[in-house]
């Protein structure tokens, strides 16, 4: 089976910089992603990852080590609208390919 | 492109009714996921069809939910009888096939209660 674990919340200071961690068990990797939600909003896709290594995009950068199962996504520059929930979701192989498990979320807090 | 979209946006219902929710996945995506969020189980992932077929389906909780794709423009999720604990938020998302991510793209989901 799958699992996923990531912090359950974390505060932050505006302009900081934070990271959010992600660490995975999983039986046939196959991409990490990582998701924005705001509050009774819809997820919002952020990053991904397959290959080991950081991936850069503006403001937002995601690392994966797949030996160590592990993630995390780096925000920098902190703003009060980046408040919401970080969700990190593994896409596994399984039997079809397509099978996504997505982990608790981190709800981060941005504070001026 | 107007996204996903969903309907209705909000139910409210009683237990024993059935409940029919509703999607219109992004135009030319090969793939559609319906999932489920609540509180203390986060978001879980229901079917998922590809090409209108569906492909797996072991995340569906009981045998009083069924998901159908007639078409490549419509999808329904449907529970029949309703429980309380079926309160739930509601997503359904699509995604292409070609590219390297696919990402999924989520519709604003259906808040479902219960009572």
């Known amino acids: 089976g799958q699992n996923i674990d990531q912090p359950t919340e974390m505060t932050a200071t505006e302009g900081a910089i934070v990271q959010i961690n992600c660490t995975y068990q999983?039986?046939?990797?196959?991409?990490l992603f990582w998701y924005q939600q705001h509050a009774g909003e819809a997820p919002t896709f952020l990053s991904y990852?397959?290959?080991?290594g950081l991936e850069e995009k503006g403001r937002f950068s995601s690392f994966l080590s797949r030996s160590k199962g592990y993630s995390y996504l780096l925000l920098k520059e902190l703003q009060m609208k980046d408040s919401a929930s970080y969700l990190c979701?593994?896409?596994?192989?399984?039997?079809?390919?397509?099978?996504?498990?997505f982990g608790p979320g981190t709800r981060l807090s941005v504070l001026p | 492109d107007a996204g996903v979209i969903q309907s209705p946006r909000h139910e409210v219902t009683e237990m024993g009714q059935e409940v029919t929710l509703r999607c219109k996945p992004i135009?030319?995506?090969?793939?559609l996921f319906w999932y489920r969020q609540t509180m203390m189980r986060g978001l879980e992932l229901l079917i998922y069809?590809?090409?209108?077929?569906?492909?797996?389906d072991s995340g569906m909780p009981e045998d009083r939910f069924s998901a159908k794709m007639p078409n490549a423009s419509f999808s329904t999720l449907k529970i029949q009888p309703s429980e309380p604990r079926d309160s739930a938020v509601y997503f359904c998302?699509?995604?292409?096939?070609?590219?390297?991510?696919?990402?999924?793209?989520f519709g604003p989901g259906t808040r479902l209660t219960v009572t």
């Open positions: 998302a699509s995604s292409p096939l070609a590219g390297v991510t696919y990402e999924q793209y």
């Open positions: 999983t039986s046939g990797f196959n991409g």
């Open positions: 990852n397959v290959l080991d």
């Open positions: 979701a593994v896409r596994d192989r399984g039997n079809y390919g397509q099978n996504f498990v």
């Open positions: 135009s030319g995506h090969d793939y």
């Open positions: 069809f590809n090409n209108n077929v569906p492909i797996d």
